[in-house]
Nanobody
Framework: QVQVVESGGGLVQPGGSLRLSCAVTGSDFSINVMGWYRQAPGKQREFVAA????????SYADSVKGRFTISRDNAKNTVYLQMNSLRPEDTAVYYCAAKWSSGLGPRELYDYWGQGTQVAVSS
């Protein structure tokens, strides 16, 4: 059974940094794409970033470009989201997702989702 587990959330001051981790376990075959989404209170879930596990090609939402970096460790089947210059509007539950298909767009359908990790940006 495939499981997606996030970690690394917490409370940080504006301008600070956090690194989220996401591990996929229970898969006999390599996942093709891993992505991060977030959902703020009262808002719909939105795309943050995605990465191809095979090529390393990445995709970002405009709101996080230049501040967030997604990376991977294929040996560990793990993806990271380094978040710098955090803003109060980045406050949300961050979800990691994994899928077999290759697209990196924001409207891709993912096969597996984690439970989410809370990120709060506040002074």
């Amino acid at each position: 059974q495939v499981q997606v587990v996030e970690s690394g959330g917490g409370l940080v001051q504006p301008g600070g940094s956090l690194r989220l981790s996401c591990a996929v376990t229970g898969s006999d075959f390599s996942i093709n794409v891993m992505g991060w989404y977030r959902q703020a209170p009262g808002k719909q879930r939105e795309f943050v970033a995605a990465i191809s596990q095979r090529t390393g090609i990445t995709s970002y939402a405009d709101s996080v470009k230049g501040r967030f970096t997604i990376s991977r460790d294929n040996a560990k089947n793990t993806v990271y989201l380094q978040m710098n210059s955090l803003r109060p509007e980045d406050t949300a539950v961050y979800y990691c997702a994994a899928k077999w298909s290759s697209g990196l767009g924001p409207r891709e359908l993912y096969d597996y989702w984690g439970q989410g990790t809370q990120v709060a940006v506040s002074s």
